[in-house]
Each structure stands twice: as C-alpha cells, then as structure tokens.
C-alpha cells in the first residue's frame, strides 16, 4: 500500500452530497418548465397554422369574411400519453383551410377542433387536446379570432392554455 494516500473525510462526502442535492432542487423547476414549454410549442404552433388558413379563408371573395363550417376532432381520439401518428385522410376535413395542421407523418401528442359559435360565422376557435402523461386530464389550448367588416382578421393576443402540465 502506498503511503501518503488517503480517502474522503466525513465532512468532504457532506460538502458533496449537499453540493448535489441543491443542483437537483434547482434543476427539477427548470427541467419541468422546459418540458412544459415543448408540449406547448406543438400546440401552439398548430394552432397558430389553422388560425392563418381561416384567415386566408375568410379574406378570399368567394367566402366575403366568413370562416369555414366546424372540423370534427382530428384524431377523433385524444392521445394519451404518447404521440401519435395520424394517416393523410383523416386530415381531409381539414383542406378548406388549406393548411397542413401536423405536418405530414410527424408524431402529434394533441387532437385538434375547428369551431364556430352558434350562429356566428364570422369568428372561430381552434382548440388543441391532449393527454400529456396519459392520467386522463387533458391539456387544453385555444386560440379565438375574429373577422371585421373590413375583412381583417383578428386573432386573440395568445394561445389560452388550460392544464398546461396536466
């Protein structure tokens, strides 16, 4: 055995151990709002699409400032925790819009809706679903628009979400 060599005292196995235990209480909140803000951005950006195709609906002459008909839930299925993968025509309700909701074969971890409100055709919501982790609460966002008399469409500030973490 070699002289002069010796292990880790008491007090520099605590240093360590608390050193690491603070880098894991700071790390959780930041991992958890990092993760939180990559199942929001496929939401948002979705529905930040729909809202540009029912733009381009309603400023057409052939529609005169209206948004199109509602679109059933695409799937019909919310995921539940996982993504999925959903086949080519199931988005065919979806081509008055003209947009490409979930570009095509990609993984999707929400279901989407177009609505109109009873009677008003002249606003819209388009609202994305999803069972995050697979516990049953959906994670709900939903994005309002409007179109004037002047035929601007007008979109709410931001995408709403509800249960973001579920």
Same mark, same amino acid.
């Given at each position: 055995?070699?002289?002069?060599?010796?292990?880790?005292?008491?007090?520099?196995?605590?240093?360590?151990?608390?050193?690491?235990?603070? #880098?894991?209480?700071?790390a959780?909140?930041?991992?958890?709002?990092?993760?939180?803000?990559?199942?929001?951005? *496929?939401?948002? /950006?979705?529905?930040?699409?729909?809202?540009?195709?029912?733009?381009?609906?309603?400023?057409?002459?052939?529609?005169?400032?209206?948004?199109?008909?509602?679109? =059933?839930?695409?799937?019909? *299925?919310?995921?539940?925790? =996982?993504?999925?993968v959903?086949?080519?025509?199931?988005w065919?309700?979806?081509?008055? #819009?003209?947009?490409?909701?979930?570009?095509?074969?990609?993984?999707?971890?929400?279901?989407?809706?177009?609505?109109?409100?009873?009677?008003?055709? =002249?606003?819209?919501? =388009?609202?994305?679903?999803?069972?995050?982790?697979g /516990?049953?609460? #959906?994670?709900?966002?939903?994005l309002?628009?409007?179109?004037?008399? /002047?035929?601007?469409?007008? #979109?709410?500030?931001?995408? *709403?979400?509800?249960?973001?973490?579920?």
């Open positions: 055995m070699r002289t002069g060599q010796r292990g880790l005292t008491l007090l520099e196995t605590l240093a360590a151990i608390s050193l690491t235990a603070v #880098l894991v209480i700071v959780i909140p930041v991992m958890r709002r990092e993760l939180r803000a990559s199942h929001q951005a *496929e939401a948002r /950006d979705a529905l930040l699409r729909i809202a540009e195709g029912a733009a381009t609906f309603a400023r057409s002459p052939k529609h005169k400032r209206t948004f199109p008909e509602a679109i =059933a839930r695409t799937p019909a *299925e919310v995921p539940r925790g =996982a993504s999925v959903v086949p080519p025509e199931a065919e309700p979806w081509r008055p #819009l003209g947009v490409e909701v979930v570009p095509g074969g990609s993984p999707q971890r929400y279901a989407y809706t177009f609505a109109r409100p009873a009677r008003e055709t =002249a606003a819209f919501e =388009a609202i994305a679903e999803g069972d995050i982790d /516990d049953g609460v #959906l994670a709900r966002a939903t309002r628009g409007t179109v004037g008399d /002047d035929g601007t469409v007008k #979109l709410d500030p931001d995408v *709403e979400f509800v249960d973001a973490l579920e």
